[in-house]
């Protein structure tokens, strides 16, 4: 595996269900990132992560618990969901910042339905 | 309120019709203004990085210009496989940002060239 994969690709869940998303990189960043994508909006950052420690919460729901067990993989706990939570979740990767170029590089996202 | 404004929403381009897309920036220090290329279903692919007024890069049809208030877009002579939503987003200086490398996004161009 390459660049930065998510999984699972597709998610349907209802209001009470908990599920989480997973993100993986192979390209030796040590800074990962959740975004959220809706529809006519532009992307909205939610959680960053530099050298696993959380530095930024973007104000988001409870709903949403993020976790960064090391520097290659990063997990959205999702429990309680509301409809408007359906959106594209893309993770990205990057090296943090003063350690090089800073691109954030992105995974394929996943597509949640909630119901 | 630092800002990221794309124009126009909507491009529509005949195979060989050359044009350029727009992204206008209110940020109070920019430290990088960031061009990703997004297929439908897919996570943004990065394009191009610029980070001071007067800089240029190129990627065979796309070339990316920067000033101090927007950057352009240029696609000459495009194909039918350039067709993909064109992201720009902005980050800000360390004074500003503080210690993440967080982008600040516009809504995107959705480019459609027709064979």
């Known amino acids: 595996e390459t660049g930065v994969t998510q999984t699972p690709r597709h998610l349907v869940m209802g209001m009470t269900n908990k599920k989480s998303l997973k993100c993986e990189q192979h390209?030796?960043?040590?800074?990962m990132y959740w975004y959220k994508q809706s529809a006519k909006k532009p992307l909205e950052l939610m959680f960053v992560?530099?050298?696993?420690?959380?530095?930024e919460n973007n104000s988001v729901p409870s709903r949403f618990s993020p976790e960064c067990p090391n520097s290659s993989h990063l997990f959205l706990h999702l429990h309680t969901l509301q409809p408007e939570d359906s959106a594209l979740y893309l993770c990205?990767?990057?090296?943090?910042?003063?350690?090089?170029?800073?691109?954030?590089?992105f995974g394929p996202g996943t597509r949640l339905l909630v119901l | 309120e630092d800002q990221v404004t794309q124009s126009p929403e909507a491009l529509r381009l005949q195979e060989g019709e050359s044009s350029s897309l727009n992204c206008s920036y209110t940020?109070?220090?920019?430290?990088?203004l960031f061009w990703y290329r997004q297929d439908p279903g897919k996570g943004p692919e990065f394009l191009f990085t610029?980070?001071?007024a007067g800089e240029e890069k190129e990627k065979e049809r796309l070339k990316a210009t920067l000033t101090k208030k927007e950057s352009f877009l240029h696609i000459t002579a495009p194909k039918p496989e350039d067709s993909a939503t064109y992201l720009c987003?902005?980050?800000?200086?360390?004074?500003?940002?503080?210690?993440?490398?967080?982008?600040?996004f516009g809504t995107g161009t959705l480019l459609a060239v027709q064979p």
């Open positions: 990205a990767s990057s090296r943090a910042r003063g350690w090089g170029q800073e691109t954030q590089y």
């Open positions: 390209l030796g960043h040590n800074a």
């Open positions: 992560y530099s050298l696993e420690e959380r530095v």
């Open positions: 940020v109070s220090g920019l430290r990088g």
């Open positions: 610029l980070y001071s």
């Open positions: 987003a902005v980050q800000e200086d360390e004074i500003r940002g503080g210690a993440t490398n967080k982008l600040i």
